[in-house]
Each structure stands twice: as structure tokens, then as C-alpha cells.
């Protein structure tokens, strides 16, 4: 099947400084990804739609100054958290679908904000 | 708006038990269907899936889902529960025709006892 990487796996910083998560489709094209928040012990909850070429499609309640997503190629969107501060510490999972729109997930990355 | 309910936070079995999770969901009309597994600090992998035809579909280690649509329900079942199945699972629905966007349930933990 399908594979999507996520870079870091983990990442710990300070608060009030910006970190950049990849999510990349290894053997396919995606025009489209979706990045997911994980909380300890919840469900996934959809943060946004990355498109390839334009914007992002952010759900409601989810800050887009905050969260920036860029959709940099066929293969790349990243997602970056600007000015963390402990409260988005979380475990966040990205995923593309392939053509025949089954999603593959991301490993995902755990944020850690001090 | 679509949701999908899991009544059970967690299930404990015995190795060798069968399992049985619950899934019920509200759409207007048949969604996608979708079972996930995810183990700790790991992304999520498909067990099944249900798009339309036969209601009992197959999925991956020896997992099996039936859809009933008079129960909105699509619950995931094994025969006989390996320690390794110990995990956290996940149903979610897409929208009829597309798999992209996915919502999720708030998942059903479950711990498998030697």
C-alpha cells in the first residue's frame, strides 16, 4: 500500500517559539491532505484540509494564524505550529488519500511545548 | 452533520475470546465505513472498509465488519482475540462517494489478558 511519512516523529520546544511539521506521500501524488490533532485517549479531530496550490480549508474553531499549512508540492504539506504554548501539545497525524480515495495515515508527530 | 458513536471506551477480553466493537453512526444517507487500529504512539492502519455491496466484509488479521443499515451500526468482530490485537480502534465514516474527509469515533481501547 501506500506510504505517508511524518518528520519529526517528536519534537519538544520551548513556548513561544514555531515548529514546522512534514507530512510527505512516499510512492504517490496527494492534491489533497488532511491534518488530524490527537489529545491523549480521544479521537482524531480534523484541524484542516491542505490543497495542493491553494489555501487551506481550516474546521471551525482551529486558529489559521495559528496553524499554518503550506501544500508545498504533490507530495509535501507542512504544518506549522507559530508561537506554541503548552496547550498545543498533542499528537498530530497527517494523511493523503490515494486515487482511489482511501486515506494512508502519517506515524504522526508528538509536540511537546515546555 | 455526520457523526459516528462508540459506546465502548474500553473492552477488556481474554486471549482467545471473541471480540465485538460497536459502531453506530448518523448520516443522511450510507457513508464510507471504516475500521482503524491504532497502537500506542503510532499512526493508524485500515482494518476494513465498506463502500457498498456485500454487508460483511472482510479486513485484515482476521478482523470482519457487518453494516446494518436498519441499525446504522458497523461493528467490527474476531473470533478469536491475539495479545497482539491489544490496541486503540477507531471507527469513521466519509461521505458517500468519497473517502477524503473523515470523521471519527472517539475510540474503544482494548486490552487482551494472557
Known amino acids: 500500500g501506500a506510504v505517508v511519512s511524518q518528520h519529526p516523529s517528536w519534537v519538544i520546544c520551548k513556548s513561544g517559539t514555531s515548529v514546522k511539521i512534514e507530512c510527505r506521500s512516499l510512492d504517490f501524488q496527494a492534491t489533497t491532505m488532511f491534518w488530524y490533532r490527537q489529545f491523549p485517549k480521544q479521537s482524531l479531530m480534523l484541524m484542516a484540509t491542505s490543497n495542493e496550490g491553494s489555501k487551506a480549508t481550516y474546521e471551525q474553531g482551529v486558529e489559521k494564524d495559528k496553524f499554518l499549512i503550506n501544500h508545498a508540492s504533490l507530495t509535501l504539506s507542512t504544518l506549522t505550529v507559530t508561537s506554541a504554548h503548552p496547550e498545543d501539545s498533542s499528537f498530530y497525524i497527517c494523511s493523503a488519500p490515494d486515487l482511489g480515495d482511501e486515506q494512508f495515515f502519517g506515524p504522526g508527530t508528538r509536540l511537546t511545548v515546555l | 452533520a455526520q457523526s459516528v458513536t462508540q459506546p465502548d471506551i474500553h473492552i477488556t477480553v481474554s486471549e482467545g475470546a471473541s471480540l465485538e466493537l460497536r459502531c453506530n453512526y448518523s448520516y443522511g444517507a450510507t457513508p464510507y465505513l471504516f475500521w482503524y487500529v491504532q497502537s500506542p504512539g503510532q499512526g493508524l492502519q485500515l482494518l476494513l472498509k465498506y463502500f457498498s455491496g456485500d454487508t460483511l466484509v472482510q479486513g485484515i488479521k482476521g478482523f470482519e465488519a457487518e453494516f446494518k443499515r436498519s441499525q446504522s451500526s458497523f461493528n467490527l468482530r474476531k473470533p478469536s482475540v491475539h495479545w497482539s490485537d491489544a490496541a486503540e480502534y477507531f471507527c469513521?465514516?466519509?461521505?458517500?462517494?468519497?473517502?477524503?474527509?473523515?470523521?471519527f469515533g472517539s475510540g474503544t481501547q482494548l486490552t487482551v489478558l494472557p
Open positions: 469513521a465514516v466519509g461521505a458517500p462517494g468519497s473517502a477524503r474527509q473523515l470523521t
